[in-house]
């Protein structure tokens, strides 16, 4: 079946480590997009990207890292400087086409907690 | 900059309509989306509906548009006990990325 992949499901980091999140998507999808999720918030921008070799900051970019090396595949790294990362992530992909809106479709997400 | 608004809770008798509405500041939005998200998953597309829409129904969701007020409504008839979930309502100007709301929590009781 198409869709976006995400894992780990659930994620522990002792503080001070880096750990990285994986998404991969079968959709061609060529733009994809990481959100965090605070509880009783709304979803917030990290990082995205539209293409292979590029990616953009989103609104909270700081103490995390991604890379695009193959078009399936777009994961995310927090890394120590992120002081607050216990939250849930949300992986996204979508086409770059117009037509019909520029629908995103997401991942089950993975939960991150610090201990 | 952009900013899209809803309220943090719905709640409503099974069988009732259900109305979660929605307000957003950008006026050269294109495209409006709400999205649901049930406890611990992802979020499941519902319905978006272009900006030069007023209206569109999918089933039981409608969704009104009031480009004037900049404000976005989804209404479900016959509310199940299965459309208990965290809706939100997003916005896109260009195709780059998309803005959320909060989300508002529906609750359905019996």
């Given at each position: 079946d198409g869709g976006i992949t995400q894992s780990p499901k659930y994620l522990f980091r002792k503080e001070g480590q880096n750990v990285t999140l994986s998404c991969e998507q079968n959709?061609?999808?060529d733009a994809m997009y990481w959100y965090r999720q605070d509880p009783g918030q709304g979803l917030r921008l990290i990082y995205y990207s539209q293409i292979v070799n590029d990616f953009q900051k989103g609104d909270i970019a700081e103490g995390y890292s991604v890379s695009r090396?193959?078009?399936?595949s777009f994961p995310l790294t927090v890394t120590?400087?992120?002081?607050?990362?216990t939250a849930f992530y949300l992986c996204a992909s979508s086409t770059l086409s117009t037509g019909s809106g520029n629908t995103i479709y997401f991942g089950e997400g993975s939960w991150l907690t610090v201990v | 900059g952009e900013d899209v608004e809803q309220s943090l809770f719905l709640s409503v008798r099974e069988g009732d309509s259900s109305v979660i509405n929605c307000t957003y500041t950008d006026s050269s939005s294109t495209y409006l989306y709400w999205y649901k998200q049930e406890p611990g998953a992802g979020l499941q597309l519902l319905t978006y509906i272009f900006s030069n829409m007023d209206m569109k129904q999918d089933q039981r969701l409608t969704v009104l548009l009031n480009k004037k007020d900049k404000h976005l409504s989804l209404r479900i008839a016959d509310?199940?006990?299965?459309?208990s979930a965290i809706y939100f309502c997003a916005e896109t100007y260009n195709t780059d990325k998309l803005i959320f709301g909060t989300g508002t929590r529906l609750q359905v009781f019996p």
């Open positions: 959709l061609n999808h090396e193959k078009k399936e120590s400087a992120q002081k607050n990362p | 509310t199940q006990t299965g459309d």
